[in-house]
């Protein structure tokens, strides 16, 4: 368990046990944070790195938040730990996501300056003393892709003109004011993130936007440094990625009144009714009668509902392994089963009635 120096700051909830090295008692200036999934390969790598860019003392530490990786991360990252007291894991077994994992470790960070990298290596991990000596002058300090002596290596050009694009509506839209609000290398004064932590809605892969967002009047730090080639393991980019931080980017220009969660939730819904339909007809034509269709393809679109919502809507709280997706199937299936069945009866009431009304006026 985590002593009481680990404590998370008010306002915020962080579930699931910590799993930590045994704790050191002196001052902790820095935390370097390393939210990991699937990473077993590359994180003895990255810890060699860390350690040899901030040197043999011991007023830093780091924190590897960890998805309960299937490769078993966790446990390599505790095997470093027991040799290294500056090495410890916080292995959440309760949800998912990058961004609830960089929120859990700027949380459970001890250190004064706190930073975030990738564990894959494609950050410049000899920059971390100079991102955390930039917080000398600004409460937030990012490793830039885009400034003078930064690049991004192999990238194509489709992907830079992604990357490009989503930079220029970050600061057009959101009025944020650096050159790589994408970049997942950054650094933050501890009181800075204590301070807007209780306004965080962490989802999707780009917080660093957030957090900006919610200090975009004050001044930023800027490190540049080259983007490299990942060294092992799959990226985790993709639609569905591009897909989060557009209606992230919408949740903040409207102040939250647009909800990223719920607009997914309502887009699965939409899909349920084509889904429906487009099963009723196959059933029906081909299968079964009306009423048999009726019933065979609202299951239909309640099992899509589902394995969508599961993956996408709510995946930082997946259900995960057959127990817990059979168990999620049907308590999803039994509420919408419900909903479906008063649909059902009033459609058929109003069409008895209906049908039984006209007969008599027509008479």
């Not at 930079?167 to 807007?196: H, K, N, Y």
């Amino acid at each position: 368990m985590q002593s009481s120096s680990d404590a998370v700051p008010a306002g915020l909830s962080v579930p699931g046990p910590a799993v930590a090295a045994a704790p050191t008692h002196h001052r902790v200036e820095a935390t370097i944070v390393l939210p990991t999934y699937n990473e077993r390969e590359n994180i003895p790598h990255a810890i060699a790195a860390i350690t040899a860019a901030m040197g043999a003392k011991s007023d830093w530490e780091i924190l590897v938040v960890d998805d309960d990786s299937p490769d078993r991360t966790w446990e390599l990252v505790e095997e470093i730990g027991q040799r290294d007291e500056r090495v410890r894991c916080y292995r959440r077994l309760d949800r998912k996501g990058l961004s609830t994992a960089i929120v859990d470790g700027l949380s459970l960070g001890r250190g004064e300056r706190l930073l975030v990298a990738d564990a894959d290596l494609q950050h410049d991990l000899s920059k971390i003393p100079d991102l955390l000596a930039a917080l000398d002058g600004a409460p937030i300090a990012i490793g830039t892709r885009y400034a003078g002596g930064g690049g991004t290596s192999e990238w194509s050009k489709r992907r830079l003109a992604l990357s490009r694009l989503a930079t220029f509506l970050c600061r057009v839209a959101l009025g944020i004011r650096c050159s790589d609000p994408m970049s997942g290398f950054f650094s933050i004064r501890r009181s800075a993130f204590q301070t807007i932590a209780p306004q965080l809605n962490p989802r999707g892969y780009k917080l660093l936007m957030e957090l900006l967002y919610q200090l975009r009047s004050s001044p930023v730090g800027e490190v540049p440094y080259v983007f490299s080639p990942r060294r092992a393991g799959e990226s985790k980019l993709s639609a569905a990625v591009a897909w989060d931080f557009l209606l992230s980017l919408a949740e903040l220009m409207s102040r939250r009144l647009v909800s990223a969660r719920f607009v997914k939730y309502a887009s699965v819904g939409l899909s349920g009714v084509a889904v429906q339909y487009g099963a009723f007809y196959l059933l029906w034509r081909h299968v079964v009668a009306d009423e048999g269709a009726t019933a065979l393809a609202i299951a239909t679109a309640a099992c899509s509902n589902y394995v969508i919502n599961n993956g996408w809507t709510f995946s930082d709280r997946r259900h995960r392994g057959a127990y817990e997706l059979l168990r999620g199937l049907l308590l999803f299936g039994a509420i919408s089963g419900t909903g479906a069945l008063i649909n059902q009866a009033v459609t058929w009431y109003l069409h008895v009635h209906h049908t039984i009304g006209l007969g008599l006026t027509m008479a």
